[in-house]
């Protein structure tokens, strides 16, 4: 029995789902015009299907209206008539993406990719007044496209923003033109080419996102920051886990961004602030699946107070 290949595509109104499926499936290095495709199509914009490009690409769009109706009934009945050969599914941009994830699929299909379009223009903007929303619709994503990118786009502050909500999306930045920016360098505001970084509160967000993604940029390096020690689920004799909060979604919903940190001395005592210096070194982490900074430490002090511990990417 062939698996039918399944992809999801999250994003608000108008953020270009219906322009990257349409792409997609114009593209003969994915549609080759003999498989069936079958668009679940579950929010309009103002980009519509046509009957014409609908029988170019073979592909069926059904409507879907409420989130209730997207249920293991209704994905059955579609295979029963359909048998398709891959679903595309455009999904609502207010609905509940875990809610979809929890449904029974039928049997052949395969979830197989969860991609996200963003409007960059307007992503700051949903970023101050939808954050829960948008937090929802991007989490699970492997793969993040801006899209109408221009010369004023801050992407260091769309990654940084991104990665503490999702820290394994791949993210992409397209022109208005639909053309692919290449990855550029942003300027940090502090020198990450020196042998000595000293971080100010407001920068360690900005220097951790840029670690995660360039680990070996700071391999060797001596730091030196403010941060919490966390007590975490995984024990090492040797080690603690110091780092800030990141609001992903909102003051009750918060990501961790730390660190091991590795000592000759004893542990200091969770949920205390700390100013430390630290040699970093680069290991491999299975959680995340990647190679990760984790610091020696050469000395530290513990402060008595902080006055804010969130991480803010402004």
Known sequence: MAECLVYLFTGFLESGKTTLIQETLKDPGFNTGDEKTLVLLCEEGSERYTKALAEQVHATIVSVNALEKLNAPFLAKCEQLFHPDRVMIEFNGMWSVDQFLDVEMPLRWILVQILSTVDASTFQLYLNNMRSILYEQLRHSETIIFNRCDASTRTLYLRNNIKAMNKRAQLIYENADGTIRAKAEEELPFDASADTIILEDYDYGIWYMDALEHPRKYEGKTI???????????????????GREAMVCCSDDTSLIGLWVYTKQWKPKPLTWQRITGKIRVEFDEG???????????????????????????
């Open 224 to 242: 030196t920051y403010n941060a919490k020690v966390y007590p975490v689920d995984e024990n090492k004799a040797n080690a603690y886990v110091l």
């Open 288 to 314: 995340y699946g990647g190679d990760v900074c984790a610091l020696d430490e050469i000395k530290r002090e513990e402060l008595k107070d902080h006055a804010d511990e969130y991480v803010y990417f402004t």
